[in-house]
């Protein structure tokens, strides 16, 4: 069975910028789960999925943070525009019900300039 | 600010000893806890869990104990591998308020256990 799977694995980008992270879920989970990691910082939950809702956002930072499911399979996680503070390791998750073991990607490093 | 708490940046052990890592919480609405291993370039990946209705869970070398009334918990491994040499995330969920799937992180414990 395939992993959690992120796309790009390093993204670089100007201050300003857009960038749109991928998640593709293990297949079969209706959960799915979207933290990120800024440098010498605890992981912070930002979203949650089931399917193509979007059941607790409470913890996205602002709104240049989109995320979306559509088809309640892959999820994006668009940042526009980027600032400084983006910087650190976007993590997606995923579980087959809500509650059981989040099985984690390996995230995605992204740098603004 | 930071409702879980894992104080030592870093731990080194010898191989064959035992490895203790630490965790605290400040909230009191935490009824289930669970260690995350994480190597470079890897996602985290889940290890032990326990509930807050027990005081400890053992799997095979990695035992978890928990001291509700001190909020604090801990990771024993015995004996440390060489293997074991990872970042290790304490992590915590509000079960009972009906925010299982919400895990709240520590700032992660790298462990190196050396041979």
């Known amino acids: 069975e395939a992993g959690v799977t992120q796309f790009p694995s390093h993204s670089v980008i100007e201050k300003g910028q857009t960038v749109t992270l991928r998640c593709d879920p293990i297949?079969?989970?209706?959960?799915l789960y979207w933290y990120r990691r800024v440098m010498g910082k605890e992981i912070k939950f930002l979203l949650h999925?089931?399917?193509?809702?979007?059941?607790?956002e409470s913890g996205m930072p602002n709104n240049r943070f989109l995320a979306e499911r559509t088809g309640g399979t892959y999820s994006t996680l668009k940042v526009q525009p980027a600032e400084l503070e983006d910087s650190g390791v976007y993590f997606c998750?995923?579980?087959?019900?809500?509650?059981?073991?989040?099985?984690f990607g390996p995230g995605t490093r992204l740098t603004v300039l | 600010d930071q409702q879980v708490k894992q104080n030592s940046p870093s731990l080194s052990v010898q191989e064959g000893r035992i490895s203790i890592l630490n965790c605290d919480y400040t909230?009191?609405?935490?009824?289930?806890f669970l260690w995350y291993k994480k190597y470079p370039a890897e996602g985290p990946t889940f290890l032990i869990s326990?509930?807050?209705?027990?005081d400890k869970n053992e799997d095979g070398r990695f035992t978890v104990f928990l001291n509700k009334s001190a909020k604090h918990l801990s990771l024993h491994i015995v004996p440390s591998q060489p293997g074991d040499s990872a970042v290790y995330f304490c992590?915590?969920?509000?079960?009972?308020?009906?925010?299982?799937?919400?895990?709240?992180f520590g700032k992660g414990t790298l462990l190196t256990v050396n041979p």
């Open positions: 999925f089931v399917k193509e809702s979007k059941q607790d």
């Open positions: 992590a915590a969920s509000d079960v009972s308020g009906g925010s299982n799937y919400k895990l709240t």
């Open positions: 297949s079969g989970h209706d959960n």
């Open positions: 998750a995923s579980s087959r019900e809500t509650g059981d073991e989040q099985f």
């Open positions: 326990i509930s807050s209705i027990k």
């Open positions: 909230n009191s609405m935490f009824d289930y």
